[in-house]
Antibody, heavy 117, light 109 residues
Framework: EVQLVESGGDLVQPGGSLRLSCAAS????????MSWVRQAPGKGLEWVSI???????YYADSVKGRFTISRHNSNNTVSLQMNSLRVEDTAVYYC???????????WGQGTLVTVSS | SYVLTQPPSVSVAPGKTARITCGED??????VHWYQQKPGQAPLMVIF???DRPSGIPERFSGSNSGNTATLTISGVEVGDEADYYC????????????FGGGTRLTVL
């Protein structure tokens, strides 16, 4: 059974940084396409970033230059380093996995990031 | 880039058929995927590649995609189907993007 468990969400001030982690079990992160998708309170889903199995990364325009996705094969995790955080980055951040790059087959339960002064 | 348009809400009586649409110019040329999200829960994929069901998803869930509209159809709607539903496509033309529709709240009357 595939399990994705996110951690690292917290309250942070605007301009601050935060690092989210996604621990995977039942799969290996370097053979899957691993993504982050977020959902602002009461809003819809917004794709944030992806790392393809071969290592290529892409970012939404709203986070490009501020967020960095990475993976750690030794402990089978994926991370999202978030810098220069803005109030509008407030959201539940989901880790998602795709066997095919076009869609998100499995999701974690999410971790809440609140950016506020 | 793609803008996927969904109705904000759809209401249906138990046992009836619900149809949730996702519109975009020539969406029929793309593969459309659908997710169900119940309150307080993570999204769950219910349809991929227009009409395929992941294992464990009931046959009551089906999908179609043609022209400018993709449709998620739920037959024999149950109270437990009440949720938000999102369509999604993959734009792989230049800088890869994954686009979601705004979501449709399905209410079972």
């Amino acid at each position: 059974e595939v399990q994705l468990v996110e951690s690292g969400g917290d309250l942070v001030q605007p301009g601050g940084s935060l690092r989210l982690s996604c621990a995977a079990s039942g799969i290996t992160v370097n053979t899957n396409h691993m993504s982050w998708v977020r959902q602002a309170p009461g809003k819809g889903l917004e794709w944030v970033s992806i790392m393809y199995s071969e290592g290529t990364t892409y970012y939404a325009d709203s986070v490009k230059g501020r967020f960095t996705i990475s993976r750690h094969n030794s402990n089978n995790t994926v991370s999202l380093q978030m810098n220069s955080l803005r109030v509008e980055d407030t959201a539940v951040y989901y880790c998602a996995r795709g066997v095919h790059p076009g869609y998100f087959h499995s999701w974690g339960q999410g971790t809440l990031v609140t950016v506020s002064s | 880039s793609y803008v996927l348009t969904q109705p904000p809400s759809v209401s249906v009586a138990p046992g009836k058929t619900a149809r949730i649409t996702c519109g975009e110019d020539n969406i029929g040329s793309k593969s459309v995927h659908w997710y169900q999200q119940k309150p307080g829960q993570a999204p769950l994929m219910v349809i991929f590649d227009d009409a395929d069901r992941p294992s464990g998803i009931p046959e009551r869930f089906s999908g179609s995609n043609s022209g400018n509209t993709a449709t998620l159809t739920i037959s024999g709607v149950e109270v437990g189907d009440e949720a938000d539903y999102y369509c999604q496509v993959w734009d792989s033309r230049d800088d890869h993007k994954w686009v979601f529709g705004g979501g449709t709240r399905l209410t079972v009357l």
